[in-house]
């Protein structure tokens, strides 16, 4: 075999590339496969957060099919049952359900078994891309992709692209599938109690495309932009801001910005608007600025630390105990009893959340004036205040 050859299988037609070569382009084309996921099958076709112009969006659906070989309708609609059924045993992938490790380590098993489900796939792939390309070539031969994309790494850099083209065919089933899903549902900080256990992993969304952000995803799903505080980052939101500047993106929707007016005397219609839209920001809110106090006035009063209640059970008071098994339940509740302040402001809660299940305007208004006169009168000053910037609560325009 001539040495010319040998030099191609092994080096590729980039003979001379080095180590840095190799990894630049691996790091180039797994972020390319991020942002396809984040931005075009997330942002965009799941949520409809923002519109991208046809030649960008096509770029994204060829390159999601050489890269990944995932069909646009069936990574849509799985996602959008685990937004519809997240937490119960019909979400496809909830750790609570399945547990960490499955979630974790087999997470794209988990995507397959709910792809095959083809009346979830109808009912949930709504809206989807469906020409004669999807039909045709997408669509039916999903394989085909990865297996061109293969032959693409292999001229370029012979056995050494072969194991490039490896490591992308686990880099989304591990990111996205495992950790994503898995570690999005598990570990991290929450701004939001959103009615699930979704988490945020990091503050800055940087490494793979700002789903780092999970927590705060969950609470404003249609939202083109993850990052919601000052301090945090998501690279995808950069990236859709560039395509936007150069008018190749849309947005269309961005989590609302909420604003708090000084000296309101009673809840109004702009506070019934606004609680509605920042329900979980309403419960977080609660949590930090009521149970948090009344935690510390109890504890101080009985002479004891804050940690002779469990870590675990402190945080579960914010999501009054939801995600508890039954006897972690009970032991809250014995704590509870034996806590005076924290038990009125753990029932001045299950009344808030139970009003902001309501989706009756009128009925919520009068309820929450209700809630907010008794709250002032309840001589616990933590929940005093709360109630005075909760009746100013008003939407403002979105910030970008």
């Not at 010319?4 to 080096?11: D, E, G, K, T």
């Not at 075009?40 to 960008?56: I, N």
């Not at 034996?338 to 009003?355: G, I, N, W």
Request: glycine share 6%.
């Amino acid at each position: 075999m001539p040495d010319s050859l040998i030099s191609f299988v092994a080096r590729g037609w980039f003979t001379d590339a080095s180590w840095g070569v190799w990894i630049a382009y691996f790091l180039v084309v797994t972020q390319l496969t991020i942002f396809t996921v984040t931005l075009y099958l997330h942002r965009s076709q799941t949520h409809r957060g923002v519109d991208f112009h046809p030649v960008l969006a096509h770029a994204f659906r060829l390159w999601s099919w050489l890269s990944t070989a995932m069909v646009t309708k069936q990574w849509v609609a799985v996602h959008r049952k685990h937004h519809a059924k997240c937490e119960t045993a019909d979400d496809p992938h909830s750790p609570m359900i399945h547990g960490i490790d499955k979630v974790l380590w087999e997470g794209v098993d988990l995507y397959r078994i709910a792809a095959r489900d083809m009346d979830e796939i109808e009912k949930y792939g709504r809206g989807t891309p469906d020409d004669w390309i999807e039909r045709n070539v997408y669509a039916r031969m999903p394989s085909m992709g990865p297996t061109l994309l293969l032959l693409i790494n292999f001229f370029l850099f012979g056995a050494v692209g072969v194991a490039i083209w490896a490591l992308q065919m686990v880099w989304i089933p591990f990111w996205a599938a495992g950790v994503v899903n898995g570690l999005g549902h598990w570990w991290g900080y929450r701004n939001f109690e959103s009615a699930d256990t979704s988490t945020n992993l990091s503050p800055w969304g940087v490494f793979i495309g700002g789903e780092e952000l999970h927590n705060n995803h969950h609470a404003f799903p249609s939202s083109a932009k993850f990052a919601l505080r000052r301090f945090e980052f998501d690279i995808g939101w950069a990236a859709i801001r560039f395509f936007a500047f150069l008018r190749l993106a849309k947005v269309l929707r961005v989590a609302p910005t909420l604003d708090v007016r000084a000296n309101v005397p009673i809840p109004d219609s702009d506070t019934i608007r606004a609680v509605l839209a920042h329900k979980f920001h309403v419960m977080s809110d609660y949590f930090r600025g009521v149970i948090v106090p009344a935690l510390q006035e109890d504890a101080a009063r009985a002479g004891a630390s804050l940690k002779a209640m469990p870590r675990k059970l402190r945080k579960a008071l914010g999501s009054g105990g939801r995600w508890l098994d039954s006897d972690a339940r009970e032991r809250m509740g014995h704590w509870i009893s034996q806590a005076p302040t924290v038990k009125t402001v753990m029932e001045y809660r299950h009344r808030l959340h139970e009003m902001l299940e309501n989706r009756n305007g009128e009925a919520m208004l009068e309820a929450l004036r209700q809630w907010c006169h008794e709250a002032e009168r309840s001589g616990i000053r933590a929940l005093q205040d709360f109630a005075a910037r909760l009746k100013g609560y008003r939407l403002s325009s979105a910030a970008a």
